[in-house]
Each structure stands twice: as structure tokens, then as C-alpha cells.
């Protein structure tokens, strides 16, 4: 069955220090990948996906991901962090052998401290 | 966000009550989704759509029925609300063409079940 797992329920970093999400996934073939952030009171909103090509994605907001297949991860980046970048991420896969469904992971709460 | 709406946005009920939620999209995309969201679990999947005459069960479908009236509209029902039907629910489109595509998704319908 093709899964992700987030890890981290919450990431705590400094303004201006990096930071990452972590995100591993389980799925057959090849994986298509992707970060959703999720603001309060508001719906998911799209960073950035992997589909083929560079391991290295850059997406919205300053953010990119790395893509490494040998550790079936896709952890998401950013050099530094803003006190607005405080939200929800979601990592998400989708499986193009079952319908293109997505499978989403349980959500990784980031707070940036000023 | 303004490309797919919800309605309600907020909405409190007893149990017993029938209730449904609605999803409108002017993206023009065929495939239409509604996830519910809890706290730690991210999103399930609980119904999706391809086309008007395409619906399918997702994970979590038991106690809800879906509606697709067109292919811009997507409604969801609860035929008899329960209290562990309590979640926050997204309505999500994507584009048939291509699996790397991503999903949109809605603000989102907080429903309390008392």
C-alpha cells in the first residue's frame, strides 16, 4: 500500500536558522511527490512536487525539496526561516497505479520563533 | 482558494441530522475530491469523482454519500450525523491531464456534530 509518514508532529526553529520537514514515503513505481501548506482557517495550498528529473525541487515561498530515492525520502527545505512560514505542511504522494489518488501524511506543525 | 468554494464554512448539528455540504469549482477540472481532516491524521479521502458519472469510494466512506450534480459541483451528505463526524472537510479538484498534477483545494467546512 502506498503511504507517507511525517515523522516530526512539530518542528520549532529560529527566524532566520534553516529548516526542514521531514517526509518519507512508501509506494510502488515511481513516486510523485508533494508539499502542501496549510495556513489556519484556510485550505491547502501547493509548494512544490517531484515528478522526474533534478532531485533538487524549488517551489513557493523560498522552499525546495530534496528528493532521494535511496532513502525513499523527500524532505522539505528552506535556508531561512520566516515567522510566516508558520503553518501546517503536509506531504503528499500520489499513486499512478491506483487512480492517481493521493495519500497524504499526517502533518507536520512548524513554528517559527522571532 | 477564490477557484474552489465551500459552503457552509462553519456549520453545527445534532445528531441524527442530515446535512450537506457543497463544492463549487470554476477551474474547469474534472476530477473533484472531499477529504476530511482530524488532528494528527491528516487528510483522509472519503469519496471522489472523475467526470458526472464517475464516483468512488474512498477510505473512509462509510455514513456519507456524494452527489456530483456537474462537473463543477461536488456535494457531500451526511445522511444521519454522528459526533465522530466532527472534522474540518476539503473539497479538491485536479486536472485530468497528467499525473504530475496537483490538487486545489477549497477553505475548507468545519462541521461540529453535537
Known amino acids: 500500500a502506498q503511504s507517507v509518514a511525517q515523522p516530526e508532529d512539530q518542528v520549532n526553529v529560529a527566524e532566520g536558522n534553516p529548516l526542514t520537514v521531514k517526509c518519507t514515503y512508501s509506494?510502488?513505481?515511481?513516486?510523485?511527490l508533494f508539499w502542501y501548506v496549510q495556513y489556519p482557517n484556510r485550505g491547502l495550498q501547493f509548494l512544490l512536487k517531484?515528478?522526474?528529473?533534478?532531485?533538487l525541487v524549488k517551489g513557493s515561498y523560498g522552499f525546495e525539496a530534496e528528493f532521494n530515492k535511496s532513502q525513499t525520502s523527500f524532505h522539505l527545505k528552506k535556508p531561512s526561516a520566516l515567522v510566516s512560514d508558520s503553518a501546517l505542511y503536509f506531504c503528499?504522494?500520489?499513486?499512478?497505479?491506483?487512480?492517481?489518488?493521493?495519500?497524504f501524511g499526517s502533518g507536520t506543525k512548524l513554528n517559527v520563533k522571532p | 482558494d477564490a477557484d474552489v468554494t465551500q459552503t457552509p464554512r462553519n456549520r453545527i448539528t445534532k445528531t441524527g441530522k442530515r446535512i450537506m455540504l457543497e463544492c463549487s469549482q470554476t477551474?474547469?477540472?474534472?476530477?473533484m475530491y472531499w477529504y476530511r481532516q482530524d488532528p494528527g491524521l491528516g487528510l483522509r479521502l472519503i469519496y471522489y469523482?472523475?467526470?458526472?458519472?464517475?464516483?468512488n469510494k474512498g477510505e473512509i466512506s462509510d455514513g456519507y454519500s456524494v452527489s456530483r450534480q456537474a462537473q463543477a459541483k461536488f456535494s457531500l451528505s451526511l445522511e444521519s450525523a454522528i459526533p465522530n463526524q466532527t472534522a474540518l472537510y476539503f473539497c479538491?479538484?485536479?486536472?485530468?491531464?497528467?499525473?504530475?498534477?496537483?490538487?486545489?483545494f477549497g477553505p475548507g467546512t468545519r462541521l461540529t456534530v453535537l
Open positions: 479538491a479538484t485536479s486536472d485530468l491531464a497528467g499525473s504530475g498534477n496537483e490538487q486545489f
Open positions: 509506494v510502488s513505481g515511481n513516486p510523485y
Open positions: 517531484y515528478i522526474t528529473g533534478d532531485n
Open positions: 503528499a504522494v500520489r499513486d499512478i497505479n491506483n487512480f492517481n489518488k493521493f495519500y
Open positions: 477551474k474547469g477540472h474534472d476530477r
Open positions: 469523482s472523475f467526470d458526472v458519472k464517475d464516483i
